[in-house]
T-cell receptor, first 114, second 116 residues
Framework: EPEVTQTPSHQVTQMGQEVILRCVPI?????FYWYRQILGQKVEFLVS????????KSEIFDDQFSVERPDGSNFTLKIRSTKLEDSAMYFC????????????FGQGTRLTVV | SQKIEQNSEALNIQEGKTATLTCNYT??????LQWYRQDPGRGPVFLLL?????KEKRKERLKVTFDTTLKQSLFHITASQPADSATYLC???????????????FGKGTKLSVIP
């Protein structure tokens, strides 16, 4: 069964460093998302991406964050200068055109900022 | 702004019984509502979607109801098994979803434990 894959599964970085989280969405999907979940809290929307541009972003997604779809398969989230409060599980998700409301999530990248 | 509440943080039930989880929402009239399952350290997994014009939807041992007057959805697992133990998340379309973005707003979830 097709799935969303994320790498790495765990990333430890020093405060102030840049990180890039990578995702390979399901191949025929058109809508792409990043969510995050701080430990013990709810899953929160960060950004959606459609037709090679950001279609919506939340208040969390400030200038420190950026997304890119550099080729036909990868979808990345970059955090330019990480803060301690960026420590969370980051989930990539995608959905297809016909069942666009149903999101398929990856297994997540646990980001730890020290 | 929209708010989602899932009534209990944790629910313990005996194997074989029916688990009932509640999701309430305010300040919103969603066109649909979804339920996801999340295991520890894993991403949410889609279970069911119910639209505003549907009262009930079933999938195997799962049943979801949607009462737009009460602004409430109930999620039932019949003949529960220990393997059903997980956190169950209620999700609504995000505030600005549509036109290229179908993002979700999640509740905090209810952690279900099915005791053998």
């Amino acid at each position: 069964e097709p799935e969303v894959t994320q790498t790495p599964s765990h990333q430890v970085t020093q405060m102030g460093q840049e990180v890039i989280l990578r995702c390979v969405p399901i191949s025929n999907h058109l809508y792409f998302y990043w969510y995050r979940q701080i430990l013990g809290q709810k899953v929160e929307f960060l950004v959606s991406f459609y037709n090679n541009e950001i279609s919506e972003k939340s208040e969390i997604f400030d200038d420190q964050f950026s997304v890119e779809r550099p080729d036909g398969s990868n979808f990345t989230l970059k955090i330019r200068s990480t803060k301690l409060e960026d420590s969370a599980m980051y989930f990539c998700a995608s959905s297809e055109a016909l069942e666009r409301y149903q999101a398929f999530f990856g297994q997540g990248t646990r980001l730890t900022v020290v | 702004s929209q708010k989602i509440e899932q009534n209990s943080e944790a629910l313990n039930i005996q194997e074989g019984k029916t688990a009932t989880l509640t999701c309430n929402y305010t300040n919103y009239s969603p066109a649909y509502l979804q339920w996801y399952r999340q295991d520890p350290g894993r991403g949410p997994v889609f279970l069911l979607l119910i639209r505003e014009n549907e009262k009930e939807k079933r999938k195997e041992r799962l049943k979801v109801t949607f009462d737009t007057t009460l602004k409430q959805s109930l999620f039932h697992i019949t003949a529960s098994q220990p393997a059903d133990s997980a956190t169950y998340l209620c999700a609504l379309p995000g505030e600005y979803s549509g036109a290229g973005s179908y993002q979700l707003t999640f509740g905090k979830g209810t952690k279900l434990s099915v005791i053998p």
